[in-house]
T-cell receptor
């Protein structure tokens, strides 16, 4: 059974551009969460989606948005990219809202 | 002060040594995760626990809910255990992460 898959694995964008990151959860998992990990720091919570609804949002600007599709896959969108958005973006899936989380390999975004 | 604190930040050990990493948290939690992150970024879930103790191979995790403290132990450490170990607390809708402990095990 495939684990959590994220695409793309690496991405380079220019300041001001927009980016879409994708996540496919483990089959049967209904919850997807997104985290941002800046180099040298622990991951920070961005969003949680469960059953296609936003169930939690971290302290990130409105430039960050996400959605979950009927097949439970998810997209994270970031508009008007800033240099400070350069980070590893991690997706985690879990069967339910507070059950064990399983992480993808992440998407490394570099904004130049 | 971070809501989830880990110690030590860096740890160096010789192969075969017993290793302990500590995690303290100040928020209410429903469970605590121990995670392993290798260079390149991928995170692997080691344990999720809400009480007592769990063991998997050479890894043991304990949690004391009253004291808001958890420990991760590695017995008979090996160079392949070298990684960053992160504790993360389940708080309502999200995981709150510690900053991680960088472990290097030398042969």
């Amino acid at each position: 059974d495939a684990g959590v898959t994220q695409s793309p694995t690496h991405l380079i964008k220019t300041r001001g551009q927009q980016v879409t990151l994708r996540c496919s959860p483990i089959s049967g998992h209904k919850s997807v969460s997104w985290y941002q990990q800046v180099l040298g720091q622990g991951p920070q919570f961005i969003f949680q989606y469960y059953e296609k609804e936003e169930r939690g949002r971290g302290n990130f600007p409105d430039r960050f948005s996400a959605r979950q599709f009927p097949n439970y896959s998810s997209e994270l969108n970031v508009n008007a990219l800033l240099l400070g958005d350069s980070a590893l973006y991690l997706c985690a899936s879990s069967a339910d809202m507070n059950t064990e989380a399983f992480f993808g390999q992440g998407t490394r975004l570099t904004v130049v | 002060k971070n809501e989830v604190e880990q110690s030590p930040q860096n740890l160096t050990a010789q192969e075969g040594e017993f290793i302990t990493i500590n995690c303290s948290y100040s928020v209410g939690i429903s469970a605590l995760h121990w995670l392993q992150q290798h260079p390149g970024g991928g995170i692997v879930s080691l344990f999720m626990l809400s009480s007592g103790k769990k063991k998997h191979g050479r890894l043991i995790a304990t949690i004391n809910i009253q004291e808001k403290h958890s420990s991760l132990h590695i017995t008979a450490s090996h160079p392949r255990d070298s990684a960053v170990y992160i504790c993360a607390a389940f708080n309502t809708d999200k995981l709150i992460f510690g900053t991680g402990t960088r472990l290097q095990v030398f042969p």
